[in-house]
C-alpha cells in the first residue's frame, strides 16, 4: 500500500487524511501533540515534532513514504519542503524558495529587493532592541514575531 506522511494532525487536517485514505493511501501523521484530533483518523500516529526538518526528513526516509504533506502550519511546510527536496518528492517548493515564503523577514527582503509594494516594517533582534526604537516609529503599530504563525504573537 502506498504511504503518506501527514506532517500535522489537527482538526483542520481531516479531510485531507480522508481523501488520502480514499486515494488508497496508508496515512501516517506526526506531531508533538498526540491527543490532536486529526491522528485519530490516521492509520498510525509518529510523535516527531513537525517544526523539526531534519527529524521530519528522517521520519519520511525511514517510513519510506510515497507522498508527504504539510498542514496548515508554516513550520510544517518548511520542514516538508526540506524533506521532499532531499527525498526528491515531487509537490514541493524547493527549500529555499519556502523560506522566502514562510519567513516574514525574508519575504519582505525579498518584495523590497525586486521592487514588490510591502508595508513599511522593521526587525529586531531582540525585546530591548524593539523598545529602544518604539520611540521613532508611528502609531499605529502591529507588533509580530517572525517565525510564528496564525496570529500568534500579535
Do not use: W
Request: glycine share 8%.
Amino acid at each position: 500500500m502506498k504511504k503518506m506522511l501527514l506532517v500535522g494532525g489537527s482538526h483542520a487536517n481531516i479531510p485531507m487524511i480522508l481523501a488520502a485514505k480514499e486515494l488508497g493511501y496508508y496515512v501516517i501523521t506526526s506531531g508533538n501533540r498526540p491527543d490532536t484530533i486529526g491522528h485519530k483518523y490516521s492509520d498510525e500516529y509518529q510523535n516527531v515534532d513537525f517544526s523539526d526538518k531534519e527529524a521530519v526528513y528522517e521520519l519520511a526516509k525511514k517510513l519510506e513514504v510515497e507522498a508527504i504533506c504539510s498542514s496548515c502550519n508554516d513550520f510544517s511546510a518548511l520542514s516538508v519542503a526540506y524533506a521532499s527536496e532531499k527525498l526528491g518528492l515531487p509537490g514541493h517548493d524547493k527549500y529555499e524558495i519556502s523560506e522566502i515564503i514562510h519567513h516574514k523577514d525574508k519575504y519582505r527582503e525579498f518584495a523590497i529587493k525586486n521592487g514588490i509594494d510591502t508595508p513599511l516594517a522593521k526587525g529586531f533582534d531582540n525585546e530591548e532592541e524593539a523598545v529602544n526604537n518604539i520611540i521613532d516609529m508611528r502609531l499605529p503599530l502591529i507588533v509580530k514575531p517572525v517565525d510564528m504563525t496564525g496570529g500568534t504573537g500579535i
